[in-house]
Nanobody
Framework: QVQLVESGGGLVQAGGSLRLSCTASGGTFSNYHMGWFRQAPGKEREFVAAISRNTDTTYYAGSVKGRFTISRDNAKNTVSLQMNSLKPEGTAVYYC?????????????????WGQGTQVIVSS
């Protein structure tokens, strides 16, 4: 069983930056693709970014491409999401997730383990 714990959320002004982190335990971290998803109040969960287990492939939602960067450190069992130029539309609970599938995916249904989430509020 893999445990995921997110951190780094908070309140930030529009245009500012935050860096989210997710620490994994209970499994071999390098075996998993990792993703970030978010869920705004009253809306469904949506894909944000993903990175393959060997770190050579990344995917981003069109709404965050060019502003967000996903990275991982397999030696530290962590995946991070650097969020720059934040917009009020980015207000949401952000979740990290682990995927043991053969190929990295942008679909939440392909992920096997989920963290509890960390709140991000972007004020205008």
């Amino acid at each position: 069983q893999v445990q995921l714990v997110e951190s780094g959320g908070g309140l930030v002004q529009a245009g500012g930056s935050l860096r989210l982190s997710c620490t994994a335990s209970g499994g071999t971290f390098s075996n998993y693709h990792m993703g970030w998803f978010r869920q705004a109040p009253g809306k469904e969960r949506e894909f944000v970014a993903a990175i393959s287990r060997n770190t050579d492939t990344t995917y981003y939602a069109g709404s965050v491409k060019g502003r967000f960067t996903i990275s991982r450190d397999n030696a530290k069992n962590t995946v991070s999401l650097q969020m720059n130029s934040l917009k009020p539309e980015g207000t949401a609970v952000y979740y990290c997730a682990a995927d043991y599938s053969y190929r990295v995916s942008t679909m939440g249904s392909n992920y096997d383990y989920w963290g509890q989430g960390t709140q991000v509020i972007v004020s205008s």
